[in-house]
Nanobody
């Protein structure tokens, strides 16, 4: 079993920044991918970014390219999502998920374990 815990959400003004953290503990796989998804009220959960743990290969959805950066800290078993130039449309609950590589990173069904989510609100 893998436990996934997100943190770092909050209220920020448009143009501001936040850094989300995702700590994974328990049994993990050697070929692990960690993804970030978000879900706004009344909308489906959508992919944001992902990182392959071993290689550090990263993925981003078009709407966040150039603004968000995903990274990992091997020693802490933690993945980060640095979010800059935030917009009102980035407001959502952000989820971290753990899965195995070899499946499409954009699909929620590709991931086996999920965190509880952290709220990000971008508003003036």
């Amino acid at each position: 079993q893998v436990q996934v815990v997100e943190s770092g959400g909050g209220l920020v003004q448009p143009g501001g920044s936040l850094r989300l953290s995702c700590a994974a503990s328990g049994r993990t796989f050697s070929s692990t991918i960690m993804g970030w998804f978000r879900q706004a009220p009344g909308k489906e959960r959508e992919p944001v970014s992902a990182i392959i743990w071993n290689s550090g290969t990263t993925f981003y959805t078009d709407s966040v390219k150039g603004r968000f950066t995903v990274s990992r800290d091997n020693a802490k078993n933690t993945v980060y999502l640095q979010m800059n130039s935030l917009r009102s449309e980035d407001t959502a609950v952000y989820y971290c998920a753990v899965g195995r590589i070899g499946k499409p990173w954009i699909r929620p069904s590709s991931y086996d374990y999920w965190g509880q989510g952290t709220q990000v609100t971008v508003s003036s």
